[in-house]
């Protein structure tokens, strides 16, 4: 009896230690498999090579089905002013995955470097309420700047730009942007570019804070912040991953969209857009400033009104931020945008602009 414990003993051990073997070698086949990917173009990019992540520029960009020749005009862009290896994250929902590949694959784009990223609206259930002064603004792709953390994003630093914006400059200098100690973001400030002061009056457009958020309420008041301090667009901006998951930046974003639904501590037609006030509280006084060439907007706002030739010429980067995007209204600066066009090979995306001046 006493043999047969040991003997007993002996092939528990055995067992034990087998079921260790077995365990340890599936899990190292599972951590040197890649995630499976959208598209073959982004196989280019080395998902495991960290020095090759390093020299690649990532930009987030969306893409939905109304505005997809706009997404496409903002990458040609962006890839016709670049040395730059740059590598896109194209986020859109379900129902235009396919529109999207089909319109790189068909033209001047097929040799971008990709990975489509489809986002789910669900997760904004509860957060967001309908609102009709810019129904547009409520579109689920206009909150995919809150969730950066879910797009699996493999690069340590991203950009992320808006889909009405064309980039004159390297893309590399902006993404080189130094962001300081324990800072989440850099975005360009409202207030930092002078030539555009005068416009921005003119068209009595708001800078600070009281004109995005309702001082009013109870909530808002106890955020400590001044109604006068200025507020930045967050249609472009460059994020520090580690530090957006380390500060639980999203989670501050979501709370900021709960209390909105319960409260209205804000609107569209006091904000411009219910995406905005979310950022400029979560990241008021936490944020890096970028250099305002980087970021030059209020284009789109009214036909009559625009910067001048040479200041336009040495801006970065064009924002169409307003309501009158060049690809359907008429502009004193549309030709700047339609430069970039890339015909949309199905013909669902055309230029149909309104002469509309109001």
């Known amino acids: 009896m006493t043999l047969l414990r040991k003997i007993n003993r002996v092939l528990l051990v055995l067992l034990v230690l087998l079921v260790c073997l077995l365990l340890r070698s599936s899990l190292l086949r599972a951590s040197t498999e890649r ?10 990019l080395s998902q495991d090579s ?38 896109f994250y194209i986020v859109t929902l379900q129902d235009t995955v396919t529109l999207t590949r089909k319109y790189i694959e068909n033209t001047k784009l097929r040799n971008i470097h990709y990975k489509i990223v489809e986002f789910n609206p669900m997760v904004l259930q509860g957060k967001v309420k309908p609102d009709s002064f810019r129904p547009d603004l409520l579109h689920p792709l206009n909150f995919v700047r809150f969730y950066l953390p879910l797009l699996d994003i493999s690069h340590k630093k ?20 130094r962001l300081k100690l324990g800072h989440a973001a850099a975005f360009a400030s409202d207030c930092d570019l002078p030539a555009s002061h005068e416009l921005v009056r003119h068209l009595g457009m708001q800078t600070t804070y009281m004109g995005f958020l309702d001082y009013r309420k109870k909530e808002v008041q106890e955020l400590g912040i001044n109604p006068r301090d200025c507020v930045f667009n967050p249609g472009v901006f460059v994020a520090d991953m580690k530090e957006w998951k380390k500060q639980k930046i999203t989670k501050q974003l979501e709370k900021w969209m709960k209390e909105n639904f319960r409260e209205n501590i804000y609107s569209s037609a006091l904000a411009g857009g219910v995406a905005t006030p979310p950022m400029l509280i979560v990241f008021h006084g936490r944020y890096t400033n970028l250099d305002p060439l980087w970021h030059v907007r209020h284009l789109g706002w009214s036909p009559s009104d ?36 890339v015909p949309d090979p199905s013909g669902r995306f055309t230029l149909t602009r309104s002469d509309d001046t109001t």
Request: glycine share 2%; with cysteine.
């Open 35 to 44: 995630r499976p990917i959208d598209h073959k173009r982004s196989s280019a």
């Open 50 to 87: 960290s020095s090759e992540l390093d020299n690649v520029v990532p930009v987030i960009i969306c893409a939905s089905e109304e505005r997809l020749g706009a997404t496409m005009a903002t990458i040609n862009s962006i890839i016709s002013n670049t040395k730059a290896h740059v590598f």
């Open 158 to 177: 991203v950009i992320y730009l808006d889909d009405d914006i064309i980039v004159q400059g390297e893309i590399r200098d902006l993404f080189n942007v």
């Open 306 to 341: 625009h910067h001048s030739d040479s200041f336009l010429k040495d801006a970065r980067l064009l924002h169409w931020n307003g309501p009158a995007k060049p690809w359907n209204h008429l502009d004193v600066h549309a030709d700047l945008w339609e430069r970039w066009l």
